[in-house]
Every structure is written in C-alpha cells, then in structure tokens.
C-alpha cells in the first residue's frame, strides 16, 4: 500500500509540474499586461498572485522565446538600486494573442471546473 501511495505521489508531481509549464506562458502575458516587470519581479509577482512557482532558470528562458515570437519586448534600464535590469512589456501581437487566450481559458476552466462538479458539458 505505501508504495502505491509513493508512485500515486510521483505521478501527481509530474502532472502538476507539466500543467504548470502549460500555463506558464498564459500566465506570464496575463502579469505583463498589468504593466512592465523585469525578471525577478516576474517571479515574484507569479509566485505571490497565482501561486505559481517558478524557479529563475526556467523562466528567462521561457521569456527569451516568447520575445523570439515577438510577444513581449524586453529593454535593459538602471534599476532602482543602479543595477542594470531587463524590463519586459507586451507587445502589439501579445496583446492580440493575450486577448484571444482569455475566452478559451474561460471556456476550458469552466469546462474542467463543470467535470469536477460531476456536471455535463455540451
């Protein structure tokens, strides 16, 4: 029995840590839209309002390519303390893209939240 509850454990760690690189991207254009934020503000604001963990490593990487696809853009400015800080703001086509994610989030939410219910969806 504890070795079912240990492998139960495992696999609902690598679930979790799969739906969170999922939502990530969303979730970072969301917090962008609110205004500019460099970095570790990023990670903090991700951590602090969505609960979100996210270790420094894995998102500068993430932020590198979404400013490869062109949805955010990123400038390097003095930060408050004069060290230099690269702020990152949407851009034209994140917002666009940004505002289409928003109804189908809506839509998939309340469609999982209808399962957890035990409602049926049409």
Do not use: C
Request: aromatic residues 6%; proline residues 4%; neutral net charge.
């Amino acid at each position: 029995m504890a070795r079912n509850s240990i492998e139960s454990h495992e696999e609902t760690a690598r679930w979790e840590v799969q739906l969170r690189k999922g939502v990530l991207e969303f979730a970072i254009l969301l917090t962008l839209r609110g205004g500019e934020h460099y970095g570790f503000e990023l990670v903090t604001s991700l951590t602090s309002k969505a609960r979100i963990n996210v270790p420094e490593g894995t998102i500068y990487p993430l932020l590198l390519r979404l400013a490869k696809d062109g949805l955010i853009k990123s400038e390097m400015r003095d930060g408050e303390g004069g060290a230099p800080r690269k702020y990152y703001t949407l851009t034209p086509r994140g917002v666009v893209l940004l505002e289409a994610m928003i109804p189908r989030w809506k839509q998939l939410s309340t469609s999982v939240e209808g399962l957890l219910a035990g409602e049926e969806n049409d």
